[in-house]
């Protein structure tokens, strides 16, 4: 049983407070004080972090957070409002999050608006649509070149990226640095992302609603790059990007074909780096698929 309040002088009452939010995935406070998120008043998940944080773009309207049908027997939520329960009532408060097809499509016509990484980035920063948004400090988009041959695409930002606000720069970034580095590739070499664009609480996998209403932009982002190879990076990004099922083991080292707005793009699967740094034996496979990379882009320079 978690207090509701702590005396800042209760050491065991903190204690069994911090044991708690650890049990729920929390691994790090993200700003100097919390963010009570029971107390956003009438802000869906998203809406309020995007008002907050992106004071720049007041002027534009925010990206349409699509509202649930509403319910037959209640009058309809404001847009972007949560019902306040009566008061004294108890139940817990339902946010009416978006239905992934709803939100999917919002997102996609969204994203088709954005001609350039930029505008996309700043749809992104408006977009309301994905409820990982609420928990995340930042969104991650990607880091490297906008227009580079090679594209990387990872599972899901974690903590340090959160912290950074870019893709890959933790541990397992750094590991996949050097691979590319064997390989004669430098961060300027490359674009660098993932399947959603902000950290799901805890380092989970993103769920299958998640990664389809951050896909229209995924697409969008892939079209504007246009990249002559993408490497998915473990067995979550392969299957949110190229529908594998079955597992990376089996999948990785063989070339798939992804199409995006009528371009056909080579993609090859490999094993995640996160997974590299618990299982050494693997980089052997890694490294042959990174040659087959390597050799890809040779051939296909200058087409
Ligand atoms: N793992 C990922 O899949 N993506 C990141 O950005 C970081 C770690």
Known sequence: ???????????????????????????????ESGTDWLAREGAVPGQAFALQKVEPQKAEPPVASPRPAPAAQRSAPAPGRFDAPPAGD??????PTAPPDAAALSARQA??????????RAVLERFDGCALKATAKSLCF???????????VGEAPGREEDLAGKPFVGRAG??????????????DDVHITNVVYWRPPGNRTPTPQEVQVCR?????????????????LG??????????????????????????????????????????????IGKRLAWRDLLAIQERLLGSRGK
């Not at 490297?144 to 041959?149: K, N, S, T």
């Open 216 to 232: 229209p932009f995924l697409e969008r982002q892939i079209e504007l790059v246009a990249p002559d190879v993408i490497m998915t």
């Open 90 to 95: 108890t139940a817990p408060r339902r946010f």
């Open 235 to 280: 067995g979550p990004a392969a299957t949110a990007l190229l529908g594998i099922e079955g597992g990376i083991m089996r999948a990785r080292g063989r070339w798939r074909e992804l199409e995006v707005a009528g371009r056909k793009v080579p993609a090859m699967p490999t094993l995640h780096p996160a997974y590299l740094l618990r299982t050494p």
């Open 174 to 187: 750094q590991l996949l640095d050097k691979m590319l580095a064997a390989i004669g590739l430098g961060e």
């Open 1 to 31: 049983m978690v207090p509701a309040m702590i005396d800042a002088e209760d050491r065991p009452g903190m204690a069994t407070l911090l044991a708690w939010w650890r049990e729920m995935g929390v691994d790090g406070a993200l700003d």
């Open 111 to 120: 994203a088709r608006g954005a001609a350039t990484l930029d505008a996309l």
């Open 142 to 152: 990607y880091r490297g070149r906008p227009d580079a041959r090679l594209m990387i």
